[in-house]
């Protein structure tokens, strides 16, 4: 059982940056792909970016590429997103998840959820 824990959420202008972090226990981080989804308000939820267990191969939502990364540093099992040139409709609850699947892009390929961490970009 692995458990995730998000951190770092909070009020953001339009055009600046956040980094989230996700902790996790209970596992060896490198044996997971790790990812970022959100949820907006009366939306489902949506992937975002996702990374290999190795940290190698990762892979981002046409809607956040080239604005925001993700990161691990598996000796310290946690995962960070990147966020940088927020816009107001980056506003949602962003949750992190492990899976088993190296490649996980669905909201079903996600073992484990955190509680998710609030993110809200507005002037």
Known sequence: QVQVVESGGGLVQP???????????????????????????G????FVITSAGSGLYTYAA???KG????SRDNAKYTVYL????????DTAV???AAS????M?????????GQGTQVTVSS
């Not at 997971?32 to 989804?37: E, S, V």
């Not at 604005?67 to 993700?70: G, V």
């Not at 088993?100 to 490649?103: L, N, P």
């Open 82 to 89: 990147q966020m940088n040139s927020l816009k107001p409709e």
């Open 62 to 64: 046409d809607s956040v």
């Open 15 to 41: 055009g600046g940056s956040l980094r989230l972090s996700c902790t996790t226990s209970g596992g060896d981080l490198s044996g997971y792909a790790m990812g970022w989804f959100r949820q907006a308000p």
């Open 67 to 70: 604005r925001f990364t993700i």
């Open 100 to 103: 088993s699947i190296s490649t």
């Open 94 to 96: 962003y949750y992190c």
């Open 43 to 46: 939306k489902e939820r949506e």
């Open 105 to 113: 892009r669905r909201v079903r390929d996600a073992d484990y959820w």
